[in-house]
């Protein structure tokens, strides 16, 4: 039906010879109200689930948060720049396909989605890295993007857990021995939202890290084996939060295709007494989840608060 291409269009004499089929006005009415109320209960599930879905995820956001404002006297302050060097990555020459022909995954931006970085979609030669500005990050190092529009969801902040190369828009941290690079993840990750001059605009509206105040954040580290403790819980709520997340997606996808089915059979004749018991059914079951998910994450909070509880010295305090 749609005609032109500079500018696409859909004209009265494209739309005149379309045929819709529909039945009498007591059917009509009959299929509205059963959408109706099939609608406004898939509506009342989606929104549970956004809600559950942004709990879960505050849970941990507020748990990292605790654990990185404590001020146990055994945690010490220094600034970034005092226990980590940093380098800087490039791009071998994409003239040459031989140095885009080999085994070292080369990161990018777009690979930079999760906080362990293991491979890459690109990958270059030994040669190319021996040639060109990349730099291999090794394994207990950190990647992080300093430029590009992936910023405006946030600073992407990975852990190497294999050697890989890296372009120019990200650098690679390197801690000291004595700093857990895990520990150090999330520390950084905890301090991010406090300081917003973090970022800034490069040219043409690119978003760009400034290094010098990145190198400036003041961390609180304390010993290695209680960094090494913190860590184990904290990713241990990690895999909670986003086992809980992947569940909440999964339903917003199954209501979301749920809609679309019943539209489907609304207009094709097929929303049979059959079909309008299943949707019944099916919302009972949604409401049952929903309750069930909801006391996932209560059930969740609650266990984190009872362990820092536990931990706390003078629970009164707490």
Not at 101 to 114: A, L, Q, R, T
Not at 195 to 202: C, D, G, M, R, V
Not at 269 to 287: F, M, P, R
């Amino acid at each position: 039906m749609i005609t032109g291409s500079a500018q696409p269009q859909i004209t009265r004499q494209s739309l005149a010879p379309v045929k819709i089929s529909f039945p009498e006005p007591a059917e009509q009415e009959r299929i509205v109200a059963i959408l109706d109320e099939a609608f406004a209960g898939l509506a009342a599930a989606t929104a549970n689930a956004d809600k559950n879905l942004k709990n879960a995820r505050e849970l941990f956001e507020s748990q990292l948060q605790a654990t990185f404002t404590r001020h146990d006297a055994e945690w010490g302050q220094c600034s970034l720049d005092q226990i980590c060097k940093f380098t800087s990555g490039g791009t071998p020459s994409k003239a040459n396909l031989s140095y885009w022909n080999g085994d070292v995954p080369w990161v990018s931006g777009k690979d930079m989605k999760s906080d362990r970085i293991s491979d890459a979609a690109l990958h270059i030669s030994r040669k190319a890295v021996e040639v060109s500005a990349t730099r291999i990050a090794p394994v207990g190092s950190l990647l992080i993007l300093v430029r590009g529009m992936g910023l405006a969801n946030g600073i992407a902040l990975a852990e190497v857990i294999s050697p890989c190369a890296f372009n120019q828009d990200i650098k690679a941290i390197l801690p000291n021995q004595e700093v857990n690079s895990r520990f150090l993840l999330w520390a950084l990750r905890s301090q991010f939202p406090r300081f917003p001059e973090l970022l800034s605009n490069a040219a043409h509206g690119t978003l760009k890290v400034e290094m010098e105040a990145l190198r400036n954040v003041l961390l609180r580290i304390p010993p290695f084996q209680i960094q090494e403790k913190i860590v184990s819980q904290i990713d241990t709520l990690a895999v909670e939060t986003e086992t809980l997340a992947r569940l909440y997606l999964r339903k917003a996808d199954a209501l979301m295709n749920l809609k679309q089915a019943l539209l489907r059979k609304a207009f094709s004749g097929e929303l049979t007494k059959a079909v309008q018991a299943d949707i019944t059914s099916y919302a009972t079951n949604v409401s049952t989840d929903i309750r069930r998910d909801t006391a996932m994450v209560i059930a969740l909070a609650y266990e984190r608060h009872s362990r820092a509880l536990a931990r706390c010295e003078n629970p009164h305090e707490y």
